[in-house]
């Protein structure tokens, strides 16, 4: 879960920095900033996805991400995919780790005890 959920924040991450590209030419220093906020918290949401508070940074880069929509109004669109993407990752994230306990427990067996 921890590998899918980090490549949606890392793509996040380089999604911002396009989007800070066209932000320079069509919107204010605030986007400036406020776009170099949401990249950083991208970044550093994916290092800190051990912890639990690696989550709640992940899931509010997702709110700023789609916020960032009133600077670049694609980044609605965008923000909302990649919403989409983060919450696909969770979910498919935990079918994966359960589907791969199950298959350790099965191999381990009743057998393994004696």
């Not at 994966?96 to 067996?109: D, H, N, P, V, Y």
């Amino acid at each position: 879960m921890k590998m899918l959920a980090r490549s949606v924040l890392i793509m996040e991450f380089l999604i911002i920095g396009f989007a800070l590209l066209v932000a320079k030419d069509l919107s204010t220093t605030n986007s400036l900033y406020f776009g170099a906020l949401i990249a950083l918290l991208a970044f550093i949401s994916s290092g800190l996805l051990k912890y639990k508070v690696g989550w709640a940074l992940g899931w509010l880069t997702q709110i700023l991400l789609i916020a960032y929509g009133f600077f670049i109004p694609t980044m609605f669109i965008l923000g909302s995919l990649f919403l989409g993407l983060w919450v696909a990752a969770i979910i498919l994230g935990r079918k994966g780790e359960a589907a791969k306990a199950a298959q350790i427990a099965k191999a381990e067996g009743p057998d393994s005890g004696s």
